[in-house]
Structure formats: C-alpha cells, structure tokens
C-alpha cells in the first residue's frame, strides 16, 4: 500500500513564495523593473554625494530631495485617475522613457564638467514629474499581471526586487564611483530604462481585460469625468475607516522617516568619516535589512493579522531611526540600518497589500495613487524641514526627533485602532 508523505508547512511556504513568478507577464515585468530599480539606487546614492561636493550643504541636500518628490503631490492623484482610465502599460513605457532621458542628460552634464546645482534641480524635478505619473499604474497593474489570487505574493515579491536593487544599487554605485565617477552611475541608470520598457513591450493581456472596456468607455478628453473620478475616489476612501488609519500611518512614516536616506551623506561623510564608499556601504546595509524584510513578507504567504505587523514594524522603525541618530559606533549604526530597512519595507509593504485586498476592483488605481501620495507625495516635506533643521541643530538631533514622532504616533494609533490590530485580510 502506498505511503501519502504530507509536505511539511515551511516546504510549502518556500515552494509558494515565488509563485507568482509562474505568469510570464509578471516575469518579464519583475526582471525589467528590478534591472532599472537597481540603475535608480546607484543614481540616488551618486546623486547625493554629487549635490553635497558641490554645495557642501544639508540644506541642499534635502532640498533636491524634495525637488525630486515634490511634483507627487500634484499629479500621484491624476496618476491614480489615468490608472484607472487609460492603458496602463502604455503610460509606464512613456513615463519609463521620459526618467530614463532625464538620467542621461545629467551623465552628459556630470562627464563634460558642466553641471550646476539648479540643473540637477531641474532634472530631479522632471524625473519626478515621470514617476509620479507612473506610481498608480506600477502599482495597479500587478493585479493585471496576476490576478486577484496571487495578488498578495506579487505585491511581496515586488518588494523583494525592489529591496534587493536597494542592496545592490549602492554596490554597484560605490564601485562605479571609484573605477569611472559620478558619470558613470548616471549613465548605467539611463541605460536600466531600457530593460523595464523592453519588458513591457514583451507583456501581453487579454484583449477582454476589464480595464480595455473600461477605457473604451470612458475619454480623457472629458475633463469632467476625471475630476467626478477623483473625487469619487476620495470619497471612497474617506468612508472607510480601515483605509483611512493605513493612509495615515504611511503619511506620518514617511514625513518624518524619509529623511534619514536624505541626510545620509551628512552621517557618512561628518559623523562617521567615511568617503563615498563608505557611504555607499551604509545605503547598502539599510537595503539589505529591507530586502530581507520583504523576503520573510514572500515567505510567510498571505497569513492573517497583518494589521498587527504593520503596527508593530511602524514602532521599530522609529525606534531604530532614534538608535542610529544617537549612535557614535559605525558598527552599532550599520546594524540599526539594517533594523530600520528591515522594519520600514515590513510596514509599508503589508499597508500596500492590505489597501489592494481592502479596495475594490475600480477603484484600485485611485486608491493605490492616494497610498503612493501618502507615502511619497509627504516626504517632500519631510526632506525639507529636515535639511533645514539639520544646518541649524545638526543631523543627529534632528533624525532623533523625527523617530520619536514616528514611535509615538504608532503607540497612538495603536491604543485608538484595536480593530487595526485584529485585521485578518
């Protein structure tokens, strides 16, 4: 008589946790994103030491950040209406291609000597202006490349990859730096556009896809629509108090925990003395806590009470953020930036999965633009008060501040929004 061997739970789990590598579309979409996510990290981390050798400035610093996120907070809700509206695979392969033009004017301008503050301005604001479009619809379209049923695993192996360029980026960056200089991240990361554009020339989706018959219905050119859509979609999520706590806890951790990659040129160069590898090793350590993070979110599947993690992740966030403020051992601060990737990318992540189970269907486009504005369309604010305040009391204190706000405003919302704790989506 034969045996039946039962799989053992953890075999399952890590069997399961690539399964939405299965569908070809999101394949291709995930290898093309994670090859350009990887280009945009070595562009951040060269970008930041580029502004601070040029004006040797936190303000500056924070300002280009806020420059490059600011135009969020005027088109990530139009993005959320065109995602719902439009072709989305279209608008990603326009808006790829426009980052993409952006970062290799700045490697053309970086070679030839003539780059100047106000143009990296300006370029950061265009980049800015493309992915801010672009958000809903990166975002929205895992569902189109999955279904509802992997949904969850897509979401977390999307943040995997994301992570992992995180990991990789500043790598990459740090020994692109020394072997060709700052130009030559730029150029690299103009280049990684090509790869996700080339992936979503390859995607393919039914001809019958909802969103296709959604668009036929509907014009672009009927301006009345896009507002009545919008605010349709504002008020949709403004009656549901579950959506309403997850925008809110993503506003109030990015405001105040963005900073940190922000004034990290200032903690690596002036308080830890280290160079521009250095540098790039401490922006690698905090992706590689990220990437793990998301890595457990992929193994641990579609589990119940992810309220209560994204709670809990929110806390240490803010706490590790005050720990590597105050921290004077470059060894004891690398380890808090693993803490602070890690808890960071656990919270927003399941925030990110929870909002796309909680929504329906034809309002995911909008309501992911109002998660991506609360997350990135905040941040602006976050950098630019930072920066300002870190020239007049030090980066330190002011990174310290920002993680208490953040690890009180958790313990808030926790005491207010028990039922938050008992989710089980």
């Known amino acids: ?49 580029l502004v601070l050798q040029i004006t040797d400035s936190a303000f500056w610093l924070g300002f280009d950040a806020f420059v490059g996120l600011a135009p969020g ?22 808006t790829q291609a426009g980052a993409g033009l952006s970062a290799l004017v700045l490697a053309l301008l970086v070679a030839t000597g003539t780059v100047e503050v106000w143009m990296i301005l300006l370029l950061s604001f265009a980049t800015g202006c493309c992915m801010a479009l672009a958000g809903p619809s990166y975002q929205a379209i895992t569902k189109d490349l999955v279904g509802r049923e992997d949904l969850a ?57 909802a969103q296709q018959e959604a668009s036929a219905a509907r014009s672009l050119r009927d301006k009345g ?3 009545e859509d919008l ?17 809110l806890i993503s506003s109030v951790t990015s405001l105040f925990g963005a900073p940190y990659i922000a004034l990290m040129p200032i903690f690596a160069r002036d308080v830890y003395g280290f160079g521009e ?28 009470r992810k309220g209560a993690i994204v709670l809990a992740g929110s806390l240490a966030f803010g706490l590790s953020v005050v720990g590597f ?9 690398l380890a808090l930036l693993f803490g602070v990737g890690f808890a960071m990318t656990t919270s927003v992540a399941l925030i990110n999965t929870l909002l796309q189970q909680l929504v329906t269907d034809e309002m995911r486009g909008r309501v992911m633009s109002m998660f991506i504005l609360s997350f990135v369309g905040t941040a602006p604010f976050g950098n630019l008060i930072a920066g300002t305040m870190a020239g007049r009391f030090g980066a330190p204190l002011t990174l310290a501040a920002c993680g208490i706000v953040i690890a009180l405003f958790t313990v808030v919302v926790s005491l207010r929004n028990r039922r938050l704790w008992q989710e089980t989506v």
């Open 153 to 209: 695993n897509a979401i977390a192996l999307n943040s995997t990859q994301f992570q992992l360029s995180r990991v990789l980026g500043p790598v990459l960056a740090g020994a692109t730096m020394q072997w060709f200089g700052l130009a030559g991240c730029f150029f690299i990361n103009a280049a990684s556009f090509v790869f996700v554009i080339g992936a979503l020339l390859l995607v393919r989706f039914d001809a019958t896809d």
């Open 277 to 304: 590898g250095g540098y790039a090793m401490m922006m690698g350590v905090a992706g590689l806590g990220a990437f793990f993070g998301a890595l457990l979110l992929a193994f641990l599947g579609d589990f119940r």
């Open 225 to 227: 629509a896009l507002w």
């Open 231 to 247: 605010l349709d979609g504002l008020r949709y999520a403004a009656k549901r108090p579950r959506v309403r706590t997850l925008l």
């Open 73 to 94: 907070l005027l088109l990530t809700l139009l993005g959320g209406v065109f995602a719902d509206l439009v072709d989305r695979k279209k608008l990603l392969i326009f």
């Open 325 to 333: 403020s105050l921290s004077i051992l470059p060894a004891v601060a």
């Open 1 to 49: 008589m034969a045996t039946v061997q039962i799989e053992p739970a953890q075999t399952r789990r890590a069997t399961e946790m690539f399964r939405a590598l299965a569908h070809r579309n999101f394949r291709l979409f995930w290898a093309g994103a994670f090859l350009s996510n990887t280009g945009t990290w070595m562009q951040m981390v060269a970008q930041g030491w």
